[in-house]
């Protein structure tokens, strides 16, 4: 071997040896790990990648590839649908006979410009891969409040409650919960979802409520999970920075309408 093919082999053993650790991806390989085949609003419209909806709450699907390997029959690692920097983990998965896995989701999107990716992270919470990112345009009314509840088991039953400023235990008023969808004037909470995962999605568009506004969560039902339940709520205000938070839950904290186990998110004024 002559000097310069010496090197020239050294470098390549070094570029495998490199590559082939450290979960770096081969250039030109498969380093996506990660496919986006579409998104879908609750309305049933399916939304092309740089098109536009009406629709806020969108359910993202695609396929992964398994960090632990096609043949593992266990997923090794978590799937996230990441929202204009905002995480959300996907827990609703399936095997495919080849190995790879379906996965899909619910998630909010906001007005206007809504960059979503799907990331892979390995059993060490590493980077494996993500998907290319995914744009939908929100046309939507500006949000004067938005809360947006989810959760990580399924068949649970998380609930979300928003008290307005002229909240009143005694006339039962201004509370916003699955019981009254519209019970704060202006606002609305889309659904009740009862068996995993979420969201729940309270908008207010058009209230006149100022002051002191509270959220709190309550796990009502665990339907016979016994693993704790991680839920996350993220709110927006008049359309500007989200703040999340995130709280567990314990199975035995599943209490129906008792408030002995609320957790109380966050108190806002506006
Ligand atoms: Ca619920």
Redesign the pocket.
Known sequence: MTKQWFVAAAVIVAALMLYGCCGIPFPGGNAQHANVTGLTGRDGTAVANGGTTTERVQHIAGTVDNPGGNDATIFSGRVAVVLNGQKQYVTDMTRNDDGTWDFGADFVIGRGTNNVVVQVEDANGGAYGQSDTFTVTGNLPARQVEVVLTWDTNLT????HVYAPGYSSTLNSDHTW?QALNGISGCNLDL???DGY?P?TFICENTTETGQWAIKVRY?SDHGVTAPTTATVRVTLNEGQTQSYTHTFTADQANADDPTNDWTVTTFTR
């Open positions: 039953d998380v609930d979300m699955y009740d979802k009862t979420g729940e009502y």
